[in-house]
């Protein structure tokens, strides 16, 4: 089957760090650029950072630049967003994503950060 | 960054009856490769998004032909022919021709 399975959300503090993870199956993982898109509880979607097939080139919003870094394992068809320095606006629910050519046509069910003192 | 307007917010839909959400760019979205990056999302309630349609007006892979999008530079239109009850849920525009990219703030469609 293809999907994406998120997993490594919780409950954390502010200024703490996580790790989140995506692992991809039923299709060439190595293939693809990937994708972090978030959603904070009731509100819209944003997307956070994308990565090059061969994990070497990388973009991201602005609002987590320099917190956040996202790479890849395509031995293990994964996906990874390391978060650094968390702050309470960076709860969300975080989805991984495939795109193919721009659009998102894959989407796991998401992982859930709740960033609270 | 690009902003991107949809109108209306919400919408109450009678089953059968047609509805129609406007999506408006701050700028063009057409890239130098001649393509418009405009792409419509449909969240169903408690689901991930999924790609209703590509490039403005391709419908993605088993979206039923109800569905239709057109528009072009900075303005665009998702129209539901006959609206059925599978069909509620937030419906987004997004495009991809200008890092960051960014949604419109979401429309969401409920059933009389």
């Known amino acids: 089957e293809v999907q994406l399975v998120e997993s490594g959300g919780g409950l954390v503090q502010p200024g703490e760090s996580l790790r989140l993870s995506c692992v991809a199956s039923?299709?060439?993982?190595?293939?693809?650029?990937m994708i972090w898109v978030r959603q904070a509880p009731g509100k819209g979607l944003e997307w956070v950072a994308n990565?090059?097939?061969?994990?070497?080139?990388?973009q991201y919003v602005d609002s987590v630049k320099g917190r956040f870094t996202i790479s890849r394992d395509n031995a293990k068809k994964s996906l990874y967003l390391q978060m650094n320095s968390l702050r309470d606006e960076d709860t969300a629910v975080y989805y991984c994503?495939?795109?193919?050519?721009?659009?998102?046509?894959?989407w796991g069910r998401g992982t859930l950060l709740t960033v609270s003192s | 960054d690009i902003v991107m307007t949809q109108t209306p917010l919400s919408l109450s839909v009678t089953p059968g009856q047609p509805a129609s959400i406007s999506c408006k760019s701050s700028?063009?979205?057409?890239?130098?490769?001649?393509?418009?990056?405009l792409y419509w999302y449909l969240q169903k309630p408690g689901q991930p998004p999924q790609l209703l349609i590509h490039?403005?007006?391709n419908r993605f892979s088993g979206v039923p032909d109800r569905f239709s999008a057109s528009g072009s530079g900075t303005d665009f239109t998702l129209k539901i022919s006959r609206v059925e009850a599978e069909d509620v849920g937030v419906y987004y525009c997004?495009?991809?021709?200008?890092?960051?990219?960014?949604f419109g703030q979401g429309t969401k469609v409920e059933i009389k």
């Open positions: 994503v495939r795109p193919k050519s721009r659009g998102f046509d894959l």
């Open positions: 039923g299709f060439t993982f190595s293939d693809y650029w």
């Open positions: 990565i090059k097939q061969d994990g070497s080139m990388k």
């Open positions: 700028q063009s979205l057409v890239e130098s490769d001649g393509k418009t990056y």
């Open positions: 490039e403005v007006s």
């Open positions: 997004m495009q991809c021709v200008q890092l960051p990219w960014t």
